[in-house]
């Protein structure tokens, strides 16, 4: 396993059309995390996947994002009416737990969104 | 809620001196566990150290050490024999478990660089 992919690396879309990004965790973790970041900032919580259920979604998720992780296994993040302010880093970070204990997150290279 | 801050946007260090990054936190909760993530530039976010709270030793993994105050809630990284690989965005991370839901939260980093 070569850890945590996304895809696409790159994406420059016009305002208002739909986008949507792919994370591939490593294939034993159970919980998947999907983050923004922009410029200068760390990463922002979206939303949290414990095997194919959404356990928690940050306000920042607004109507126009949906997370999903059908099979428990990859999961897609879809924007759609993009807006200039969704201009940012987008990563997925995947992590094994059980219950009660921590597990260090690893992260994929990111999906770059760019608005015009 | 919990929040993270890292108060030195920017720090710069001689090869093979040592540098410290502070980290302060503020959390209701009692039990959670604390981490710092190095983001090279244009790469993947990677663990470089976690801390349990309910453990009183500071964590180390080789050159990087951490100071954990979990009373004054600080947790500062030591970088000892910095390297020219080691910068990098470092960036601190907190994650509780409330509500039935892990929460992870992010500093806004310090951007470190090791100067030859």
């Known amino acids: 396993d070569t850890g945590v992919s996304q895809n696409p690396r790159h994406k420059i879309t016009k305002r208002g059309q739909n986008v949507t990004f792919r994370c591939d965790p490593i294939?034993?973790?159970?919980?998947l995390y999907w983050y923004r970041q922009t410029l200068g900032q760390g990463p922002e919580f979206l939303t949290y996947?414990?095997?194919?259920?959404?356990?928690?979604k940050s306000r920042l998720l607004s109507d126009r994002f949906s997370a999903e992780r059908p099979k428990g296994s990859f999961s897609t993040l879809e924007i759609q009416r993009t807006e200039q302010g969704d201009s940012a880093m987008y990563l997925c970070?995947?992590?094994?737990?059980?219950?009660?204990?921590?597990?260090?997150?690893?992260f994929g290279p990111g999906t770059r969104l760019t608005v015009t | 809620a919990q929040t993270v801050t890292q108060s030195q946007p920017e720090m710069s260090v001689q090869e093979a001196e040592t540098v410290t990054l502070s980290c302060t936190y503020d959390?209701?909760?009692?039990?959670?566990?604390l981490f710092w993530y190095k983001q090279p530039p244009s790469r993947q976010m990677i663990l470089v150290i976690r801390?349990?709270?309910?453990?009183?030793q500071n964590a180390t993994e080789n050159r990087f050490s951490v100071n954990f105050q979990k009373a004054a809630k600080s947790f500062s990284l030591k970088i000892s024999d910095s390297q020219l690989g080691d910068t990098a965005m470092y960036f601190c991370?907190?994650?509780?478990?409330?509500?039935?839901?892990?929460?992870?939260?992010f500093g806004t980093g310090t951007r470190l660089k090791v100067l030859a």
């Open positions: 970070a995947s992590s094994f737990g059980r219950p009660g204990v921590s597990s260090e997150q690893y």
């Open positions: 294939s034993e973790h159970n919980r």
């Open positions: 996947f414990q095997n194919e259920a959404q356990l928690e």
């Open positions: 959390t209701s909760e009692n039990n959670y566990y």
């Open positions: 801390q349990e709270a309910y453990k009183q």
């Open positions: 991370a907190f994650m509780g478990f409330t509500s039935g839901t892990y929460k992870y939260i």
